[in-house]
């Protein structure tokens, strides 16, 4: 819907629900957390699709993921 920072509770549930029939604004979302400074994300799942898409579109952003146990450590390291 946005690509914007949100603060509070209540926008992130307002966004939420005008998102679903929505698309989502990938692209401009990760390039505005990189025009923030966002300098490391980590994405939870199984999977690393988000983190490829990440360094494709903001480079400059390390990324770990984390899908369990021993994924632990490597977010340690990036986070550190």
């Known amino acids: ?10 926008e992130a549930r ?4 005008r998102q679903v029939p929505n698309s ?8 505005k957390l ?3 400074g966002v300098a490391r ?10 983190c490829g898409l990440v360094k494709q579109i903001a480079p400059s952003i390390q990324t770990a993921n984390f899908g369990g ?3 632990l ?5 990036l986070l550190a």
């Open 24 to 31: 989502v604004l990938w692209t401009d979302s990760v390039k």
């Open 1 to 10: 819907v946005e690509a914007r920072i949100v603060t509070t509770g209540a």
């Open 34 to 36: 990189a025009s923030e």
């Open 69 to 71: 146990p021993d994924d």
């Open 14 to 17: 307002d966004g939420l629900y």
């Open 41 to 50: 994300a980590v994405e939870i799942g199984a999977g690393k699709v988000l």
């Open 73 to 77: 450590e490597a977010v340690r390291a």
